[in-house]
Nanobody, 121 residues
Framework: QVQLVESGGGLVQAGGSLRLSCAASGVIFSINAMGWYRQTPGKQRELVAV???????NYADSVKGRFTISRDKAKNTVYLQMNSLEPEDTAVYYC???????????????WGQGTQVTVSS
């Protein structure tokens, strides 16, 4: 069973930075896209950033120029560098990966447990 373990969340003042990490463990044949999502109470989970296996990236308009997504294929890990944080970035952040556990099977979505990011004004 593939598991994703997130780390790096916490409390930071507006204008500060945080770096989130998400590492996959278990039996992994390959990983396609990796992404970060966030959710606040009463709202739907929204895409923050995504990176493909080829390194192409896409960002939500609200974080462009402030957040950077990257991946380490050898470590099956995705990162989210968050700079110039704003109170509106406060949310639970979830990582997501499209994982193939065998060449016999297609990719399936795997989610992390979530990590809280709180930005104080």
């Amino acid at each position: 069973q593939v598991q994703l373990v997130e780390s790096g969340g916490g409390l930071v003042q507006a204008g500060g930075s945080l770096r989130l990490s998400c590492a996959a463990s278990g039996v992994i044949f390959s990983i396609n896209a990796m992404g970060w999502y966030r959710q606040t109470p009463g709202k739907q989970r929204e895409l923050v950033a995504v990176i493909t296996s080829g390194g192409l990236t896409n960002y939500a308009d609200s974080v462009k120029g402030r957040f950077t997504i990257s991946r380490d294929k050898a470590k099956n890990t995705v990162y989210l560098q968050m700079n110039s944080l704003e109170p509106e970035d406060t949310a639970v952040y979830y990582c997501n990966m499209g994982v193939r556990e065998s060449s016999w099977y297609g990719s399936r979505d795997v989610w992390g447990q979530g990590t809280q990011v709180t930005v104080s004004s």
